[in-house]
């Protein structure tokens, strides 16, 4: 890999499924070597998650792209010790264990700062490294249950809605590690020591849980599920069903957007309204409902196209996909077979692309190990014996 911002940073992945992966994904796609290490058994069992080419998911092919691939293993000494050797030329270890599990396998934060003071390593867990919780095992509906987020989402009256968005898995053990991560490594650079990063899905839901946590201090308790500024409690953040069975995604909270918006709509008597509560906010909800379910979407857009007040249709992915502004922005590319979203961001310097494909299970061993100093009789004994 060349030119992206981490080009020369050595990562060695231990994760699986969604959260390490794409957190070491986003690592990749700016350049850094990022080596996914998987044993004999199941490996990373995310490629088997749905259907994709060649038996090879979607999921797998999409968040493990421009990585290399080691098969490895751990719990034969002869695997162990290659990974110590492979972890004297490494940046970053990455690993999503149950604590305790890397120290069991001889791998853990102190062995292998010991070998190299200046790597980062990060451990991606539920609950942390520590606290009553810390071996329990959990999925991201856990996690945002236990953070109070759950509890947040969802209608007024109703109960929990489930998001499609995994909030703790991509929040939490994705972007959260991603910036741990980034934080030791800028660290190590200048300082030459290492971290150990401990990232917990779970406090990383807590910690952005962010208006509940506000109200609770100010006003003493957390608003009623459905009923916050942006739940629903404001008529003027809100989504209205069209004519069509469609929604509209309706968000002018600020005056000036208010405004612009009853303009619209041919009802200036409701700009008295703007950031009305209570009983107020439902009635002015319901005649906003009344008048939007009475056009089509694409004629709410067409009205609101030329218009800045914070309105926009509630698209599927499909629509989203092929929307002018995402196209424009090539946030959609096409690579091993499938198609994958571009990163979430811009350097200036710097033009993303995808220059390897999800690798196959140990597709680079004998690369990545010669690399690493051991040489052809090294590699056809571990070979042998089943370590790679």
């Excluded at 200036?268 to 906003?288: D, M, Q, S, T």
């Amino acid at each position: 890999m060349s030119g992206g911002p981490l080009s020369g940073v050595r990562v060695l992945d231990l994760t699986r499924l969604l959260p390490g992966p794409v957190a070491t994904l986003h690592l990749a796609d700016m350049g850094a070597d990022v080596v996914k290490i998987e044993d004999h058994g199941a490996g990373d069992y995310a490629r088997t998650l749905g259907k994709g080419p060649e038996g090879v998911s979607v999921l797998y092919r999409c968040v493990n792209r421009n990585k290399r691939g080691l098969r490895l293993d751990l719990k034969q000494p002869s695997g162990r010790e290659a990974f110590l050797r492979l972890v004297r030329q490494a940046d970053v270890v990455v690993e999503s264990f149950r604590p305790g599990v890397s120290d069991r396998l001889g791998i853990g934060y102190v062995v292998l700062h010991e070998l190299n003071p200046a790597l980062v390593y990060c451990a991606i867990t539920g609950y942390g490294q520590n606290g009553p919780l810390a071996a329990a095992a959990g999925h991201d509906l856990n996690y945002i249950g236990l953070a109070g987020v759950l509890d947040q989402i969802g209608v007024q009256g109703g109960a929990p809605a489930i998001p499609n968005f995994q909030i703790g898995d991509l929040l939490g053990g994705a972007m959260t590690a991603a910036m741990g991560i980034l934080a030791a490594l800028f660290d190590a650079r200048r300082s030459g020591r290492g971290r150990f990063v401990d990232v917990a899905m779970s406090e990383a839901a807590l910690a952005h849980n962010l208006f509940p946590f506000f109200a609770l201090q100010s006003e003493g308790s957390v608003r009623e599920r459905g009923a916050d500024t942006l739940s629903g409690g404001d008529a003027g953040y809100s989504v209205y069903a069209t004519a069509d069975g469609r929604y509209l995604a309706v968000a002018p909270l600020e005056r000036k957007f208010w405004d612009v918006f009853c303009d619209a709509l041919e009802h200036p008597e409701w700009k008295r309204l703007h950031g009305a509560r209570g009983p107020a906010a439902l009635a002015l909800r319901g005649e906003i409902a009344a008048l939007v379910t009475r056009r089509s979407l694409a004629e709410w857009c067409a009205l609101f196209a030329g218009l800045d007040c914070c309105v926009t249709p509630v698209l599927d992915l499909a629509e989203a996909l092929a929307h002018p502004h995402f196209r424009a922005r090539g946030m959609e590319v096409f690579a091993d077979g499938v198609r994958q979203f571009a990163p979430p961001l811009k350097l200036s310097g710097w033009s993303f692309d995808v220059e390897r494909r999800a690798p196959s299970p140990g597709e680079h061993s004998e690369e990545i190990l010669g690399e690493a100093g051991f040489s052809d009789g090294e590699i056809a004994a571990l070979r042998e014996a089943a370590i790679i």
